[in-house]
């Protein structure tokens, strides 16, 4: 079983930036990708960001040139750098490890979600 956890979230004000980290229980790049994915109250979860196990990224038009991906195999951590944040970028945000074939595909393999919210 993978475990992840994710953390790193909090209040800031437009314009701010944060980083979100997500720790797997394992080594699993080499066999899972990992999405970062985003909720905010009322509305779809929604795939924001992922990377995949060769290292390429791929980004939501909303988030795209503002966020970043990353990954540290050495620790087992995927990385969030958000930049430049805006009030829309408030929800829960929630890393997964799952499939790419062109098309990301979530597993069932999530963190707990870690609230971001950008408000003045």
């Known amino acids: 079983q993978v475990q992840l956890v994710d953390f790193g979230g909090g209040l800031v004000q437009p314009g701010g930036s944060l980083r979100l980290s997500c720790v797997a229980s394992?080594?699993?790049?080499?066999?899972?990708?990992i999405g970062w994915y985003r909720q905010a109250p009322g509305k779809q979860r929604d795939l924001v960001a992922f990377?995949?196990?060769?290292?390429?990224?791929n980004y939501a038009d909303s988030v795209k040139g503002r966020f970043t991906i990353s990954r540290d195999n050495a620790k087992n951590t995927v990385y969030l750098h958000m930049n430049s944040l805006k009030p829309e970028d408030t929800a829960v945000y929630y890393c997964?490890?799952?499939?790419?074939?062109?098309?990301?595909?979530?597993?069932?393999?999530w963190g707990q979600g870690t609230q971001v919210t950008v408000s003045s």
């Open positions: 394992e080594s699993i790049f080499g066999v899972y990708n």
């Open positions: 997964n490890a799952g499939w790419y074939n062109g098309i990301y595909y979530p597993t069932n393999y």
């Open positions: 990377i995949t196990i060769d290292g390429d990224t």
